[in-house]
Protein backbone atom coordinates (compact mmCIF):
# COMPACT_ATOMS: atom_id res chain seq x y z
CA UNK A 1 0.00 0.00 0.00
CA UNK A 2 2.60 2.51 0.76
CA UNK A 3 4.31 2.10 -2.70
CA UNK A 4 0.94 2.73 -4.19
CA UNK A 5 0.37 5.38 -2.53
CA UNK A 6 4.28 6.84 -3.35
CA UNK A 7 3.90 6.10 -6.75
CA UNK A 8 0.13 8.52 -6.96
CA UNK A 9 2.43 11.21 -5.07
CA UNK A 10 5.03 10.96 -7.43
CA UNK A 11 2.39 11.45 -10.30
CA UNK A 12 1.02 14.58 -8.36
CA UNK A 13 4.51 16.10 -8.32
CA UNK A 14 4.34 15.77 -4.61
CA UNK A 15 7.68 16.61 -2.57
CA UNK A 16 9.21 13.51 -0.59
CA UNK A 17 12.12 15.00 0.48
CA UNK A 18 10.72 14.57 3.81
CA UNK A 19 9.20 11.06 3.54
CA UNK A 20 10.00 8.79 6.12
CA UNK A 21 10.03 5.03 5.92
CA UNK A 22 9.14 2.79 8.47
CA UNK A 23 10.21 -0.71 8.17
CA UNK A 24 7.31 -3.35 7.30
CA UNK A 25 6.42 -6.12 9.33
CA UNK A 26 5.28 -7.88 6.64
CA UNK A 27 1.56 -8.16 8.29
CA UNK A 28 1.06 -4.73 9.42
CA UNK A 29 0.59 -5.44 13.55
CA UNK A 30 3.31 -2.53 14.21
CA UNK A 31 3.10 0.11 11.28
CA UNK A 32 1.34 0.49 8.19
CA UNK A 33 -0.93 3.10 6.09
CA UNK A 34 -4.72 3.97 7.22
CA UNK A 35 -7.49 3.22 4.93
CA UNK A 36 -11.10 4.91 4.69
CA UNK A 37 -13.70 2.93 3.49
CA UNK A 38 -17.06 4.18 2.10
CA UNK A 39 -20.38 2.59 1.42
CA UNK A 40 -22.52 4.15 -0.86
CA UNK A 41 -26.16 5.35 -0.53
CA UNK A 42 -27.83 2.39 -2.15
CA UNK A 43 -31.76 3.14 -2.54
CA UNK A 44 -32.87 4.09 0.76
CA UNK A 45 -29.56 3.22 2.96
CA UNK A 46 -27.82 6.06 4.09
CA UNK A 47 -23.93 6.12 2.94
CA UNK A 48 -21.78 5.26 5.65
CA UNK A 49 -17.48 5.45 5.99
CA UNK A 50 -15.47 3.93 8.08
CA UNK A 51 -11.56 4.28 8.87
CA UNK A 52 -9.34 2.43 9.59
CA UNK A 53 -6.31 4.13 11.46
CA UNK A 54 -4.51 1.73 13.67
CA UNK A 55 -1.33 1.45 13.90
CA UNK A 56 -0.38 4.25 10.89
CA UNK A 57 3.11 4.63 10.47
CA UNK A 58 2.17 8.97 11.57
CA UNK A 59 1.04 7.25 14.89
CA UNK A 60 4.48 6.07 15.72
CA UNK A 61 6.11 9.28 15.32
CA UNK A 62 7.62 10.48 18.81
CA UNK A 63 8.97 14.40 19.56
CA UNK A 64 12.20 14.55 18.15
CA UNK A 65 12.19 12.70 14.91
CA UNK A 66 11.36 15.19 12.78
CA UNK A 67 13.63 18.52 12.26
CA UNK A 68 10.46 21.12 12.31
CA UNK A 69 13.36 24.14 12.07
CA UNK A 70 14.08 23.04 8.82
CA UNK A 71 11.07 22.60 7.90
CA UNK A 72 9.48 25.88 8.46
CA UNK A 73 13.32 27.69 9.25
CA UNK A 74 15.70 26.59 5.95
CA UNK A 75 13.17 25.57 3.67
CA UNK A 76 10.83 27.90 4.27
CA UNK A 77 7.31 25.86 4.80
CA UNK A 78 4.28 28.67 5.41
CA UNK A 79 1.76 26.45 6.16
CA UNK A 80 1.05 24.04 9.50
CA UNK A 81 -1.96 22.38 9.42
CA UNK A 82 -2.96 19.83 11.81
CA UNK A 83 -5.71 18.77 14.39
CA UNK A 84 -7.50 16.77 16.35
CA UNK A 85 -7.80 13.16 14.41
CA UNK A 86 -4.11 13.34 14.06
CA UNK A 87 -3.54 14.27 18.07
CA UNK A 88 -6.26 10.85 18.55
CA UNK A 89 -3.79 8.55 16.56
CA UNK A 90 -1.59 7.83 19.88
CA UNK A 91 -0.18 8.83 23.11
CA UNK A 92 2.83 10.50 21.35
CA UNK A 93 0.92 12.64 18.74
CA UNK A 94 -0.31 15.01 20.87
CA UNK A 95 3.20 15.97 21.81
CA UNK A 96 4.28 16.04 17.56
CA UNK A 97 1.75 18.59 17.35
CA UNK A 98 2.47 20.54 19.71
CA UNK A 99 6.23 20.88 18.91
CA UNK A 100 5.27 21.11 15.28
CA UNK A 101 3.36 24.44 16.33
CA UNK A 102 5.94 25.45 18.50
CA UNK A 103 8.42 25.69 15.68
CA UNK A 104 5.40 26.71 13.31
CA UNK A 105 4.74 29.99 15.70
CA UNK A 106 8.83 30.81 16.48
CA UNK A 107 9.16 31.21 12.18
CA UNK A 108 5.92 33.24 11.70
CA UNK A 109 4.25 29.90 10.00
CA UNK A 110 0.46 30.19 9.83
CA UNK A 111 -0.83 27.53 11.84
CA UNK A 112 -4.67 25.90 11.17
CA UNK A 113 -6.13 23.41 13.42
CA UNK A 114 -9.43 21.28 12.83
CA UNK A 115 -10.51 20.73 16.01
CA UNK A 116 -12.13 17.56 14.43
CA UNK A 117 -13.18 15.45 17.60
CA UNK A 118 -13.82 11.58 17.41
CA UNK A 119 -14.65 9.82 20.84
CA UNK A 120 -13.97 6.84 18.78
CA UNK A 121 -10.10 7.64 18.91
CA UNK A 122 -9.90 9.51 22.07
CA UNK A 123 -11.55 6.33 24.47
CA UNK A 124 -8.67 4.57 24.58
CA UNK A 125 -5.98 7.12 25.20
CA UNK A 126 -7.87 9.61 27.61
CA UNK A 127 -11.31 10.00 26.65
CA UNK A 128 -12.68 13.68 26.86
CA UNK A 129 -10.75 14.84 28.82
CA UNK A 130 -7.45 14.13 26.99
CA UNK A 131 -7.85 16.79 24.16
CA UNK A 132 -8.85 19.49 26.65
CA UNK A 133 -5.25 19.23 28.04
Given at each position: MGRLIEDLMLQGGVDQSHLKWVKYDG???TVRNGLNFYRARIWRARGAGCSDRGH???SQLKPGEIDW???F????ARWLHTGGIFCAL????PE???EAMIAARKHGTIIS???NYRDSLWKSI???RAPRK
Open positions: VGRTAVDEIGKQGSETTVCKYDLGGR
